[in-house]
Antibody, heavy 118, light 111 residues
Framework: QVQLQESGPGLVKPSQTLSLTCTVS??????????WNWIRQHPGKGLEWIGY???????YYNPSLKSRFTISLDTSKKQFSLKVMSVTAADTAVYYC??????????WGQGTLVTVSS | QLVLTQSPSASASLGASVKLTCTLS???????IAWHQHQPEKGPRHLMS???????FKGDGIPDRFSGSSSGAERYLTISSLQSDDEADYYC?????????FGGGTKLTVL
């Protein structure tokens, strides 16, 4: 059974770049039909989809977000990553990774809290 | 623009049933959705996908107490025989031109 686990720094200073990794276990990251997603939840708010990467490396991002987000894939390590440039306090959130189809999200990680503060 | 609308809160008694609603915006009434359960301090959990005709496909291990139905632009999640650990936030989710969209979530309180 596939499992996803996020990892990251926990605390990031404003203007720095946030880097998060999602490690996939119990399944292949390179299989057809799977989309690897990042989602975040601001404190006390709902879920916000950030974007996905397909096993081919193609990416798609939430059009409502500014272009500070980059998702990449490392199939040899069974990981995919999220980078957020020039973070501010508004990027403080719990970040989740998830596996899905083109339509829906099916398997979620447990999430990792990122706080942006000096 | 595709929007999913959910009531912010709902409550029901232990052992009772509750029906949560997700409403698709105008022009999108044929869309399928998914329901996710988000318990405190845990990652969300996919419950089911739900078509406009009411057919639903549950995730592995999801109890029979969880069911879905549809009427027009509304998608429903019914939880029967409520248990204390059903207390959670419930989100509906769908997609449009590659973008995943979430409803605002319903916080379910089990009394």
């Amino acid at each position: 059974q596939v499992q996803l686990q996020e990892s990251g720094p926990g605390l990031v200073k404003p203007s720095q770049t946030l880097s998060l990794t999602c490690t996939v276990s119990g399944g292949s990251i390179g299989s057809d039909g799977y989309y690897w997603n990042w989602i975040r939840q601001h404190p006390g708010k709902g879920l916000e989809w950030i974007g996905y990467i397909y096993h081919s490396g193609s990416t798609y991002y939430n059009p409502s977000l500014k272009s500070r987000f980059t998702i990449s894939l490392d199939t040899s390590k069974k990981q995919f990553s999220l980078k957020v440039m020039s973070v501010t306090a508004a990027d403080t959130a719990v970040y989740y990774c998830a596996r899905g189809s083109y339509q829906f999200l099916y398997v979620w990680g447990q999430g990792t809290l990122v706080t942006v503060s000096s | 623009q595709l929007v999913l609308t959910q009531s912010p809160s709902a409550s029901a008694s232990l052992g009772a049933s509750v029906k949560l609603t997700c409403t698709l915006s105008s022009g999108h009434s044929s869309y399928a959705i998914a329901w996710h359960q988000h318990q405190p301090e845990k990652g969300p959990r996919h419950l089911m996908s739900l078509n406009s005709d009411g057919r639903h496909f549950k995730g592995d291990g999801i109890p029979d107490r969880f069911s879905g139905s549809s009427s027009g632009a509304e998608r429903y999640l019914t939880i029967s025989s409520l248990q204390s650990d059903d207390e959670a936030d419930y989100y509906c989710q769908t997609w449009d031109t590659g973008t995943q969209v979430f409803g605002g979530g319903t916080k379910l309180t089990v009394l």
